[in-house]
């Protein structure tokens, strides 16, 4: 061993620092623009955040799509300084990815096409009341129905 690599072992320096680096994520948040003042606006005051690395802005779909280190609220409340007060997280899935797309409250008049709203799939429990309880057995939700007809 060299007297270099000897002194080179002695006199290395290591970093005790820790990053705290928040992870790399996509933040979708719906935002009505009507015109390229509010898109330019809107694109300004996200692309100003530490941690951002892309802005898109559809203005069709009302849809803001920010990619970086960053947190969610920080970004819906930098877009709701802006002036846009009704801005919100995106509320829509598409609608391949739902597994019961026809569940009530998943349609949406507002909603883009291709997506539904990204509702809580609420499962029927059997009911409690011995009036609910015979409804209940001859209903189409009871899957056992059939052995008791």
Same mark, same amino acid.
């Given at each position: ?18 990053? /705290? *680096? ?7 948040? !719906? %935002? ?8 330019? +606006? =809107? ?9 951002? /690395? *892309? ?7 009302? !849809? %803001? ?8 609220? +920080? =970004? ?74």
């Amino acid at each position: 061993m060299g007297a270099l690599d000897y002194l080179s072992k002695l006199f290395t320096v290591t970093s005790r620092r820790r990053s /705290k *680096k928040k992870p790399m994520q996509t933040v979708e948040i !719906k %935002v009505k623009m009507d015109c390229d003042g509010c898109e330019r +606006k =809107v694109r300004e005051a996200v692309k100003r955040m530490k941690g951002v /690395k *892309k802005v898109d802005i559809d203005r069709k779909q009302s !849809k %803001v799509t920010v990619n970086g280190n960053v947190e969610p609220n +920080k =970004v819906l409340r930098r877009i709701k300084r802006t002036g846009k007060t009704r801005a919100e997280f995106w509320p829509y899935v598409p609608y391949n990815l739902v597994s019961q797309p026809y569940a009530s409250n998943a349609y949406d008049k507002r909603a883009p096409a291709g997506y539904v709203k990204n509702v809580i799939q609420v499962v029927q429990q059997p009911a409690n009341t011995p009036e609910e309880k015979f409804s209940f057995l001859f209903s189409d939700d009871n899957v056992h129905s059939c052995s008791i007809m």
